[in-house]
DNA sequence: GGCATGCTTCGGCATGGACCGAAGCATGGC
DNA sequence: GCCATGCTTCGGTCCATGCCGAAGCATGCC
């Protein structure tokens, strides 16, 4: 009985026009912010806000604030699914998957660069989804941990993981700017982009955060984290 | 855009309580009357007509008219598929697939009976059910076909499939009273009856459509159909 | 400090739709 | 034929909620 409240409580949600919007332009797994979800949805800023105040409320997004910004995406796969079976009843069929640029113009920039201290673009995510997809970190919203089988591949990789009490902070996902999804920092991000440096896979580009990635990169990253960017 | 429209639409039918609570209901694949979902929703039956209207308009139900009653069943797995996603993130979990009784009182005719001339009750169900499980029939909501396998596994049983240009009506699925679900029926309905009393698996109780399963029945059962009736 | 930007909260309006009472069709049993 | 039962359609009420304008907090840039 509750859980048929329950229920028509959480399809209710999806059941709004706008909110259904922006559940689905958030489909893909990134993480946009409260006014570009409002844009996609075609709505002003408030009542977005409201939607999403009500969306977080019920567990279907989460929300990551950073800076003056707030980026908000699914807060579990669960609720990728239950929207995709949702779309396949209401005979859309799965999800098309569509392409959206937003972020930083400059398309070697977006490809790789430097985050702080760390890697960030393209290059930045596709290591930490390798790593996440292997299971060598676990990821979570307010930090990470680097598994038994990480720190073996790390040591391959001629990294000595932090052993002292600092796990926690050695291991911090960060919000990809262009990418919208999340890419490693902390002293494992740091470490990484040094050894990546140190190994010639990347080199910078005069006065800019853009790294490039060079031939032997390729097959490093590759072979490494079975990476091919295209 | 149209894809976020029909999500919005469909969730939101899932999104209204009585909806919800009808949904829920018909969750275990049996078809209930309009009167009983009505019941079960706690709303009277016109509020309930409408609902159904819009549920079955959508493609989430399929009705079936059997007499003056109206069957209301879950169109497809899909449907089923959906509501156990949105299920999931509501937090219930699992459905917890409550046993609910209603129908014929005598719990002997419940178990087994003849429906005109073929078999109802659970017996009939489970055998309609094994059936369609190993690909030996295909059942539809207007007709069914009997697979090259099943023809040969009828055979086996001692029945001769109708090779005449009857085929369709050969095989008619029939809503079961008591489990509200299908059984089978026409000839190949009225044939397996038949040759289940002449094989002694069944017989009759006097002056009363309830039949028993005798001990050969049920070894006899067992091998044929995989059947095992508690 | 001052200003711009991003987001949230508050108040009021308006539309949608869930609900029931009453009446209208079907079907089945007598 | 009649009546009972099950379901649907129609009409009207009422509440929930989606929406925006205006104002209020935060944060970042100068």
């Given at each position: 009985?509750?859980?048929?409240?329950?229920?028509?409580?959480?399809?209710?949600?999806?059941?709004?026009?706008?909110?259904?919007?922006?559940?689905?332009?958030?489909?893909?797994?990134?993480?946009?912010?409260?006014?570009?979800?409002?844009?996609?949805?075609?709505?002003?800023?408030?009542?977005?806000?409201?939607?999403?105040?009500?969306?977080?409320?019920?567990?279907?997004?989460?929300?990551?604030?950073?800076?003056?910004?707030?980026?908000?995406?699914?807060?579990t796969p669960a609720v990728a699914r239950?929207?995709?079976?949702?779309?396949?009843?209401?005979?859309?069929?799965?999800?098309?998957?569509?392409?959206?640029?937003?972020?930083?113009?400059?398309?070697?920039?977006?490809?790789?660069?430097?985050?702080?201290?760390?890697?960030?673009?393209?290059?930045?995510?596709?290591?930490?989804?390798?790593?996440?997809?292997?299971?060598?970190?676990?990821?979570?919203?307010?930090?990470?941990?680097?598994?038994?089988?990480?720190?073996?591949?790390?040591?391959?990789?001629?990294?000595?993981?932090?052993?002292?009490?600092?796990?926690?902070?050695?291991?911090?996902?960060?919000?990809?700017?262009?990418?919208?999804?999340?890419?490693?920092?902390?002293?494992?991000?740091?470490?990484?982009?040094?050894?990546?440096?140190?190994?010639?896979?990347?080199?910078?580009?005069?006065?800019?955060?853009?790294?490039?990635?060079?031939?032997?990169?390729?097959?490093?990253?590759?072979?490494?984290?079975?990476?091919?960017?295209?």
């Open positions: 009985m509750s859980s048929n409240a329950a229920m028509a409580e959480t399809a209710a949600l999806v059941g709004d026009p706008a909110r259904a919007c922006m559940l689905n332009a958030l489909m893909d797994g990134r993480a946009l912010t409260a006014g570009e979800l409002a844009s996609v949805a075609g709505i002003t800023a408030q009542t977005a806000s409201g939607h999403l105040a009500r969306l977080s409320a019920a567990g279907l997004l989460a929300m990551e604030r950073q800076g003056r910004h707030r980026y908000h995406r699914l807060a239950m929207l995709e079976a949702i779309m396949m009843v209401a005979g859309g069929g799965p999800p098309p998957a569509r392409p959206r640029r937003i972020g930083p113009a400059d398309a070697a920039m977006r490809n790789a660069r430097t985050c702080y201290d760390h890697l960030a673009g393209r290059l930045g995510v596709a290591i930490a989804d390798a790593m996440a997809a292997r299971g060598q970190v676990e990821l979570a919203t307010d930090g990470g941990v680097v598994t038994p089988a990480g720190v073996e591949f790390l040591t391959g990789l001629g990294i000595a993981p932090d052993a002292g009490g600092s796990r926690r902070a050695f291991c911090k996902p960060c919000l990809d700017w262009s990418e919208r999804r999340h890419h490693l920092a902390g002293g494992l991000g740091a470490a990484l982009c040094t050894r990546c440096f140190e190994l010639g896979w990347v080199k910078r580009v005069p006065a800019s955060r853009t790294v490039l990635v060079t031939r032997a990169g390729e097959a490093g990253l590759r072979q490494a984290f079975g990476i091919e960017l295209g």
